[in-house]
Structure formats: structure tokens, C-alpha cells
């Protein structure tokens, strides 16, 4: 596609429920980021993956949270036994290879835990 | 923590004024961004300042960055109400990978 798409825009989900949150990034983009943004806050670092590396978990709040890329392109997080307080905006981008900056995002999937 | 900070926290002005944004980092940068995010949306990117650079222009927009006081500021001249959005500075570790989000600039920009 012509940008990053995430799905579902939005969710709203039972505490204690397993939710996931899909990524396709713009197709060529080895780097893949995704980011939480709580309500009227900034942008929360979760993973970034990088091509075939190993990725880099270092923002994960908990184990609870979880992601993979598969084949290079889309990648999934994944939220267990949500609670109240991952309600926010999860955010990804994408980066083109060899570039130093320039992050592409998506519109972010909502996710609402009652 | 490297994640910059914004300041003000929000900003209103008339259209047609000048809007001046700052950014304050922690730690060595390679490269500093600016993003825009309208309300409900994603953010876009609006232009980006290597480490060795001291002031960049992109249309109305004007970046400045000196790493001495690791801070930089967005000026957007000539204001229009469809600047209004939040504005967010993002600085990167050395290696270049992981990037930094500040808490951002709420602009307001009145017809």
C-alpha cells in the first residue's frame, strides 16, 4: 500500500482479554516501530525490529506484551490479560532502509480495556 | 530517560503570528526530528536536523539546533488555522535506531 496501515482502528476489549494489533508497513521499509501514546501524552517506545536482527524489546512494559514480524513486512503486537491501564493509542512506523531518520506512521489502533 | 521535552506544553496564537516551539534532550544525537500530529491521526514528518547542523528551513518552517544546550526550536511563521495540530521533537541514540518522543506542543492557531 501507499502507507503504513494498522488494523483494527479501533478496540474495545474486557479486562483480563488477549488483544492483537496488525502493522503493515510501506513495502521496501526494513525498520518497523511500534509506539504507545496515552491520552494527551507522547510517544511511549515499545520494540523496534530491524530487518533479520534480533529486535529490540528494551521499551516492553511488561510480559504481558509481545510482537513479531514476520517475513520482514507485517508484524503484530500482542497484548495479554489487558488491563485498564493499557488503554491508549498504539502507533507503527516505518523506516526505509539505510536512512537515518524519517519515520512513516500509521493512524494508530485505539484500544479501549473496560 | 533520553525522551525530550516540548515547551510551552500548549501555545495559542492569532493567524498570522509567529509560532516558536522548543525541544530539550538529555543525551548525544545523530539527527533531531519534528513531527506534527493532528487530533485523532498519526504523526507526519516535517523535517529533520543532523548533529552538525545549526538551523535548516523548509517553508515556513525554521529549525534550530545547538547540541551545546541539547536543545532545538520550530518557528512556523505566517500562522494559518490549519496549523493547529500537536507538535512533537524526536532525537535518536547514536547508533541511530531507536527514536525519542517528547511529550509535545499543543499549537492552537485562531482565525
Known amino acids: 500500500g501507499a502507507g503504513v496501515s494498522q488494523s483494527p482502528s479501533n478496540k474495545v476489549t474486557e479486562k483480563g482479554k488477549d488483544v492483537e494489533l496488525r502493522c503493515d508497513p510501506i513495502s521496501g521499509h526494513t525498520a518497523l516501530y511500534w509506539y504507545r501514546q496515552s491520552l494527551g501524552q507522547g510517544l511511549e517506545f515499545l520494540i523496534y525490529f530491524q530487518g533479520n536482527s534480533a529486535p529490540d524489546k528494551s521499551g516492553l512494559p511488561s510480559d504481558r506484551f509481545s510482537a513479531e514480524r514476520t517475513g520482514g513486512s507485517v508484524s503484530t503486537l500482542t497484548i495479554q490479560r489487558t488491563q485498564q491501564e493499557d488503554s491508549a493509542v498504539y502507533l507503527c512506523?516505518?523506516?526505509?532502509?539505510?536512512?537515518?531518520?524519517?519515520?512513516?506512521f500509521g493512524e494508530g489502533s485505539r484500544l479501549t480495556v473496560l | 530517560s533520553q525522551q525530550g521535552e516540548e515547551d510551552p506544553q500548549a501555545l495559542s496564537i492569532q493567524e498570522g503570528e509567529n509560532a516558536t516551539m522548543n525541544c530539550s534532550y538529555k543525551t548525544s544525537i545523530n539527527n533531531l526530528q519534528w513531527y506534527r500530529q493532528n487530533s485523532g491521526r498519526g504523526l507526519v514528518h516535517l523535517i529533520l536536523i543532523r548533529s552538525n547542523e545549526r538551523e535548516k528551513h523548509s517553508g515556513r518552517l525554521r529549525v534550530t539546533l545547538d547540541t551545546s544546550k541539547k536543545s532545538s526550536s520550530l518557528l512556523i511563521t505566517a500562522s494559518r488555522a490549519a496549523d493547529t495540530a500537536s507538535y512533537f521533537c524526536a532525537t535518536d541514540k547514536n547508533t541511530g535506531n531507536q527514536f525519542y518522543f517528547g511529550t509535545g506542543t499543543s499549537l492552537t492557531v485562531i482565525p
Open positions: 512506523a516505518s523506516r526505509r532502509p539505510a536512512n537515518t531518520g524519517e519515520l512513516f
